[in-house]
C-alpha cells in the first residue's frame, strides 16, 4: 500500500533510496508506491524520519546536507591568482571605455575597480583573476594604448592595501540595533545614516576586513552594498611607477634630443607643428590631484547601477557614456548585497532631460537590472584617498596631529615617508592635501565615489532646497 507520508517526506525518501540502490549496483530506481521498504517505519516521528534519510543520503553521496541555500566560496583553479594592475594615463574622453575594453575583448573578468579620475590624468587600480602569462599579456595590450604613462603588475610588491563599503542594514532598534553598534565598534565602522528601520555604516580596511564584516552583518539582513574597488600604493619611499624611485615620485625629464638648425620666428619643424604643440604624455606627473575640478554648466548626477557579474558588462556600461561623450569624474566598481551581481558608481555630469535619457539607454542593455539616479534625493556618499607624503623623523609628531583633526589613520612609516589614509567628501580631501603640500606629496591614490540613498532623508543639501520655518 501507498505510504502515509506527505509529499516532501516522499521525494526526500525517494532520493535517498535510489541513492542507496545506486551505490548498491542496483541499475533501475523504485516505484513511489514501494518507498516504506527501505525507509524508516511509519509509525517513526516526522522529524526524526526527516534526519534519518538526510543521514542516508550523506552518507552514500559524501555531501554535506542543508536545510537552506549555503554560498560555499570555490577556491581558484590550479595556476590561477587574483592580480593588481596599477594603470596611469592622461585622461581624455573615452578613455575608461577603451581600458574595459582590453579586458572584455580577451574575456577576463574584473573582480573590482577604482579609479581616481581628474581633469587630465588618471590612475586605474585593477583586480583581475588569470594566469600569470594571460595577466602579462593585458598588462601588454593596456601599455599599448594611446596617453597611457605606466602600467604596472604589483601583485608580489610590498604593498599597502584598502577598499571601502556602504553597508545598509536592516536594523530597527531594539537589541538588533544594539548588537549592530557594538559590532560597529569592533571593525571600527562609522554610522552615517540611521533611520526608523536600518542603519547605515561606512567602513574602510584591506579585503580581509570587509569580508569579514560583510559576514558577520549578514543576519542582520543587508538592505544595499555598495562598495568600492582597491586602491593601492608600495610601502616607502618607493613609488608606483618603477623610474621614480627616489625622485618624489615624478617622472624624470625625456632625454634631449639631438640638436636641430634652429627655425625662424614663426616657423614650423618639419611635421608642421610648433613645439607648444608637441605637449605629451610625458608632460604629465603621475601626482594625481585630491578632487576632480573642472568647470562645468550642468549639475553632476550620480547613477547607481546594479549589472551582472559576467565579462564585458563594464565595456558595455562605459560605451553607452563614451559614443555619447559624456566625461565621466567618478567610477567605482565592486560586488553587491546580491550573489553574482555587482555595483556601479558613476558621477556624470549633464541636464536632467539627457541624463534621463542616458538611464533609458542604459536599462535596455541585456546585463543591467537596475537603473537609479540618486542626485533629486538624499544620498550619503563617500571617497577613500592614500596619500604618501616627504617627512623626517621630526615631523611625524606633526602630521600626525594634522591627520588626527581630519579622523585620518596613519598606515605606513618609514625613514622619510608616511602614508596616510582619509575617508570622507571631496572637501575634506582637498582641505588634508592642502595642509600636506608644503611637506611634499610624493603620491595620491583615489578611488571612486559610492553613493547610497538616506532612509532618513536627512541631507544636508537636500535641506538647502527647502523652505524652513521662519522666526520673527
Known amino acids: 500500500e501507498p505510504c502515509s507520508y506527505n509529499t516532501g517526506h516522499r521525494a526526500a525518501v525517494q532520493l535517498a533510496n535510489n541513492a542507496l540502490l545506486q551505490a548498491s549496483g542496483y541499475p533501475h530506481q523504485l516505484p513511489g508506491q514501494c518507498l516504506a521498504t527501505f525507509a524508516a517505519p511509519v509509525h517513526s516521528s516526522s522529524s526524526s524520519f526527516q534526519r534519518s534519510v538526510e543521514a542516508r543520503a550523506a552518507e552514500t553521496t559524501g555531501?554535506?546536507?542543508?536545510?537552506?541555500?549555503?554560498?560555499?566560496?570555490?577556491?581558484?583553479?590550479?595556476?590561477?591568482?587574483?592580480?593588481?594592475?596599477?594603470?596611469?594615463?592622461?585622461?581624455?574622453?573615452?578613455?575608461?571605455?577603451?581600458?574595459?575594453?582590453?579586458?572584455?575583448?580577451?574575456?577576463?573578468?574584473?573582480?573590482?575597480?577604482?579609479?581616481?579620475?581628474?581633469?587630465?590624468?588618471?590612475?586605474?587600480?585593477?583586480?583581475?583573476t588569470g594566469v600569470a602569462n594571460t595577466v602579462s599579456n593585458l598588462v601588454k595590450q593596456l601599455s599599448k594604448l594611446v596617453k597611457v604613462r605606466y602600467v604596472e603588475d604589483i601583485t608580489k610588491g610590498d604593498r599597502i592595501e584598502r577598499e571601502m563599503l556602504l553597508l545598509k542594514l536592516g536594523a530597527p532598534p531594539g537589541p538588533a540595533r544594539t548588537e549592530v553598534l557594538q559590532l560597529a565598534q569592533i571593525f571600527r565602522a562609522r554610522v552615517v545614516d540611521v533611520s526608523e528601520t536600518t542603519l547605515t555604516l561606512c567602513v574602510s580596511g584591506d579585503p580581509g576586513k570587509c569580508a569579514a564584516m560583510c559576514k558577520v552583518m549578514s543576519k542582520f539582513g543587508v538592505v544595499e552594498l555598495t562598495r568600492t574597488g582597491r586602491v593601492c600604493l608600495l610601502r616607502g619611499i618607493r613609488a608606483l611607477e618603477p623610474s621614480?624611485?627616489?625622485?618624489?615620485?615624478?617622472?624624470?625629464?625625456?632625454?634631449?634630443?639631438?640638436?636641430?638648425?634652429?627655425?625662424?620666428?614663426?616657423?614650423?619643424?618639419?611635421?608642421?607643428?610648433?613645439?607648444?604643440?608637441?605637449?605629451?604624455?610625458?608632460?604629465?606627473?603621475?601626482?594625481?590631484?585630491?578632487?576632480?575640478?573642472?568647470?562645468?554648466?550642468?549639475?553632476?548626477?550620480?547613477?547607481?547601477?546594479?549589472?551582472?557579474?559576467?565579462?564585458?558588462?563594464?565595456?558595455?556600461?562605459?560605451?553607452?557614456?563614451?559614443r555619447r561623450g559624456y566625461n565621466v569624474q567618478s567610477l567605482a566598481v565592486g560586488p553587491s548585497e546580491r550573489e553574482g551581481m555587482s555595483r556601479i558608481v558613476m558621477v556624470v555630469p549633464g541636464s536632467q532631460p539627457a541624463i534621463a535619457k542616458l538611464v533609458r539607454q542604459l536599462e535596455k542593455l541585456v546585463f543591467v537590472e537596475n537603473v537609479e539616479d540618486l542626485t533629486a534625493m538624499p544620498f550619503v556618499n563617500r571617497e577613500l584617498m592614500l596619500v604618501k607624503v616627504r617627512c623626517t623623523s621630526s615631523q611625524r609628531g606633526e602630521l600626525r596631529d594634522l591627520a588626527a583633526i581630519f579622523r585620518a589613520q596613519v598606515l605606513d612609516v618609514s625613514l622619510n615617508t608616511m602614508t596616510i589614509e582619509i575617508l570622507g567628501k571631496q572637501d575634506k580631501m582637498k582641505a588634508l592635501t592642502d595642509l600636506l603640500e608644503p611637506y611634499g606629496i610624493l603620491e595620491i591614490a583615489r578611488t571612486g565615489r559610492v553613493a547610497v540613498a538616506r532612509e532618513s532623508g536627512v541631507d544636508s543639501k537636500f535641506l538647502e532646497q527647502r523652505q524652513s520655518q521662519r522666526i520673527y
Do not use: C, M
Open 63 to 128: 555531501k554535506t546536507s542543508y536545510d537552506v541555500y549555503v554560498n560555499e566560496p570555490k577556491a581558484l583553479k590550479e595556476g590561477e591568482e587574483k592580480h593588481v594592475i596599477s594603470v596611469f594615463v592622461a585622461d581624455e574622453a573615452g578613455l575608461i571605455n577603451r581600458v574595459a575594453g582590453v579586458f572584455a575583448r580577451r574575456g577576463a573578468n574584473i573582480e573590482s575597480l577604482a579609479v581616481g579620475l581628474t581633469a587630465d590624468k588618471a590612475l586605474f587600480t585593477i583586480v583581475v
Open 244 to 322: 621614480s624611485v627616489g625622485e618624489g615620485a615624478r617622472r624624470p625629464a625625456a632625454p634631449a634630443a639631438v640638436a636641430a638648425p634652429a627655425a625662424a620666428k614663426g616657423e614650423y619643424g618639419v611635421y608642421g607643428e610648433d613645439d607648444a604643440e608637441l605637449a605629451g604624455v610625458w608632460e604629465v606627473d603621475n601626482i594625481l590631484d585630491p578632487v576632480f575640478e573642472e568647470g562645468s554648466d550642468f549639475e553632476a548626477h550620480t547613477l547607481n547601477i546594479e549589472v551582472q557579474d559576467v565579462p564585458g558588462v563594464l565595456n558595455q556600461v562605459t560605451g553607452v557614456f563614451a
